[in-house]
């Protein structure tokens, strides 16, 4: 089944204490990307990547880092969250005909809270 | 920076009414796409606009992209309980793959 995975989909942490939110495709996607959904504010993005060991910052990349080693993998790293990244986060994938990405496959979401 | 504005932010329907959700972008857009989230759920894509004047039908859904490629709009004719949910436009920005969202119009029909 073409899917999406995030991990994990829920989290609590507390100020300062680095994470990884990993995501994973298998759909042999060129294009994925992060966001971050909050109330009122909608699906902002935060980082994406075209291709392997390519990336670029989104709309609101300060406080995240991202690596694209692999094809199907794209983890957000927060090194030293706060509670403004408090959020839900969304990863998704597409394929890219240029010069065009094409639909996005989103994962199920984390839920992340910062304390 | 270029802005994708989405209205309205919240419609309230009875079962049965149309719906109509606009969207509009600063910029020319190279393409349009548009997305619905479930309460709880995550994004599903519904469809990709790309002509100038474009017009996409999906059974009760009827999508438009302006001449201009600057607006969007999606209809649904009839609108059902499992219209609910949050619909989006997104379009790509500053350069490929920078893609912005609209903040959504939701919707909830009163059966």
């Given amino acids: 089944e073409a899917q999406v995975t995030q991990n994990?989909?829920?989290?609590?942490?507390?100020?300062g204490k680095k994470l990884t939110v990993t995501c994973s495709q298998n759909?042999?996607?060129?294009?994925?990307?992060?966001y971050r959904q909050d109330p009122g504010l909608g699906l902002r993005q935060i980082?994406?990547?075209m291709n392997v060991e390519v990336t670029d910052k989104g709309d609101v990349p300060e406080g995240y880092k991202v690596s694209r080693k692999e094809k199907r993998n794209f983890p957000l790293i927060l090194e030293s969250p706060s509670p403004n990244q408090t959020s839900l986060?969304?990863?998704?994938?597409?394929?890219?005909?240029?010069?065009?990405?094409?639909?996005?496959f989103f994962g199920q979401g984390t839920r992340l809270t910062v304390v | 920076g270029q802005q994708v504005m989405q209205i309205p932010q919240y419609q309230h329907v009875q079962e049965g009414e149309d719906f109509t959700t606009y969207c509009n972008s600063s910029t020319t857009l190279s393409n349009i796409q548009w997305y619905k989230q479930r309460p709880g759920g995550h994004p599903v894509f519904l469809i990709q606009l790309v002509k100038s004047g474009e017009v996409k039908k999906q059974k009760r859904l009827t999508f438009?992209?302006?001449e201009a490629k600057k607006n969007s709009s999606l209809h649904i004719t009839a609108t059902q309980t499992?219209?609910?949910?949050?619909y989006f436009c997104?379009?790509?920005?500053?350069?490929?793959?920078?893609?912005?969202?609209?903040?959504g119009t939701k919707l909830s029909v009163k059966p």
Wanted: charged share 15%; hydrophobic share 30%; proline share 4%.
């Fill in chain 1, 8 to 15: 994990p989909r829920y989290l609590i942490t507390v100020t």
């Fill in chain 1, 89 to 104: 986060y969304f990863c998704a994938s597409s394929l890219f005909r240029g010069p065009s990405i094409t639909e996005a």
């Fill in chain 1, 27 to 34: 759909m042999n996607h060129e294009y994925m990307s992060w």
């Fill in chain 1, 47 to 49: 980082y994406y990547s």
């Fill in chain 2, 64 to 66: 438009q992209f302006g």
């Fill in chain 2, 82 to 86: 499992t219209d609910v949910g949050t």
């Fill in chain 2, 90 to 103: 997104a379009g790509e920005g500053r350069s490929q793959g920078n893609l912005i969202f609209g903040k």
